[in-house]
């Protein structure tokens, strides 16, 4: 979890289940489907959205966990967190800080 | 038969409901619980999960928590309040991890709870201790209505059944007869040859009266040396039948313990052609004077009450 907090790091982010046959084909999956997701949060966000960043930022940290990658989970919570916090009438905009370092991680993730 | 049909085979899968809003949870816990021979069925959301229940009525259901709509707090109410779902253990598996979220799910009623992302093992372990104690409950249920020394229904479990027997008759009006079944002189094979004998000359008739009748039958152990079978849809003609074929199969076996004497059983049977207006009570008031009587003609015998059918309702009154 430290690593994906710090600024510096840039490198790769791998499943935790990444030798774990059982769940190869699933952790693949995911992975390639996640710029999918990141392109409908980013669509989300600059429509202002709300509805649809919540649940799409729910799944995501709820499924991150189950594939191996707890640290984009925690991002994604985050930005979850973030937005049931915020006051009915603000912009999404102001996430925007929680939304770059959940897709920056994002982009990081492989199998 | 419903919740009475299978006293002892619970050896089939287990089917688990998972209800989860989010797909990827339902296929890493397909590939993660694919070795524990377990049916997975899929809900997602809180509605859907709870029409799936009583659909399928599962060993179990594992519930998140964190849903649109309707939440797991919500479902499990739910759950909890209905008498049919009541008894389905519940495992949450949610994201939540605070402390009053679990409180909340134990008050509700939930039986475990498993923090998501889940450990392998953990998820696995928990399962399992679940389902056996799901597995141990149920076969308490059902112990209460066996008989412990022949396996057949018992006087509680016979109450039941019969007072659903009879209010169908009153309102599908088709044909029922009940057998009344009290072992000849057992006192006798008792005093005579010791209580083990006698014991094991129930359990040979509650073994053979259960192999003899037909499947639609339902035998129980009244008490002592007596026995009852409900025969259904089962005209006295018919009931003459099945019970004689009961009483000469008992006659013919041999006994290792005392070869020198056969065991006989004497039969009072009390059945309608049709709607019968007669009570549950006074029904089976009628089958023991009939089994009076086929005691009083020399035992090892049928004697058949034919209940007036129809609008007849003179014993009404008596029960």
Redesign the interface.
């Known amino acids: 979890m430290a690593r994906t907090f710090s600024q510096g790091d840039r490198g790769p982010i791998r499943s935790s289940f990444s030798d774990d046959p ?2 190869l084909e ?1 952790v693949q999956e ?1 992975v390639e489907n996640l710029p999918g997701r990141v392109a409908q949060l980013k669509t989300a966000y600059d429509s202002n959205d709300r509805v649809s960043l919540t ?1 799409l930022s ?2 995501l ?7 191996g990658f ?1 640290g984009v ?1 925690a991002a994604a ?1 985050r930005v979850e967190a973030s937005l049931l916090a915020l006051p009915a009438d603000s912009d999404v905009a102001s996430l925007k800080r929680e939304l770059n370092e959940l897709v920056a991680m994002c982009q990081r993730v492989c199998v | 038969m419903s919740e009475l049909t299978a006293p002892n085979e619970t050896e089939t899968r287990h089917v688990v409901l998972v209800i ?3 797909n ?2 339902h ?2 816990l397909q ?2 619980l ?1 070795q524990e021979q377990l049916q997975l069925e899929a809900a997602t959301d809180g509605a859907e999960g709870i029409e799936r229940v009583i659909e399928l009525m599962p060993s179990l259901v594992l519930l ?1 928590l ?1 849903m ?1 709509t309707m939440d797991g707090f919500e479902v499990l109410r739910h759950l909890k309040e209905s008498s049919v779902t009541h008894d389905i253990p519940v495992v949450v598996l949610s ?1 939540l991890q605070s402390p009053a979220d679990k409180v909340t799910a134990f008050d509700l009623g939930a039986v475990d709870y498993i923090t ?3 450990d392998l093992m953990e998820l696995r372990v928990r399962l399992r201790s679940a389902l056996r104690m799901a597995d141990l409950v149920t076969m308490l249920a059902q112990r209460a209505h066996i008989d412990g020394l022949t396996g057949l229904y018992n006087r509680a479990a016979f109450d039941q059944r019969w007072q659903q027997v009879t209010s169908e008759n009153d309102r599908h009006g088709k044909p029922l007869c009940v057998g009344v079944f009290d072992l000849d002189h057992f006192k006798s094979i008792n005093d005579t040859y010791g209580h083990p004998a006698g014991d094991e000359a129930l359990r040979v008739f509650g073994a053979l009266i259960q192999r003899e009748c037909r499947s639609c039958d339902i035998a129980c152990r009244f008490g002592g040396e007596e026995f009852v079978l409900i025969m259904p849809e089962t005209v006295p003609e018919d009931a003459d039948v099945v019970c004689n074929r009961i009483r000469e199969k008992l006659a013919e076996l041999e006994w290792p313990a005392h070869p020198e004497r056969s065991v006989t059983v004497s039969v009072g049977v009390a059945g309608s052609a049709g709607r019968s207006d007669v009570s549950p009570e006074a029904w089976i008031e009628a089958a023991d004077q009939a089994l009076y009587r086929a005691k009083k003609g020399g035992r090892n015998r049928v004697v058949i009450e034919a209940l007036p059918s129809g609008d007849g309702s003179a014993l009404k009154q008596a029960g």
């Open positions: 059982d769940m699933l995911f649940r729910h799944q940290k709820g499924a991150s966990g189950g594939y707890d989970g919570g | 989860d809003d989010s990827d949870v296929r890493l590939a993660r694919k998140d964190d649109p994201g998501k992302p889940f």
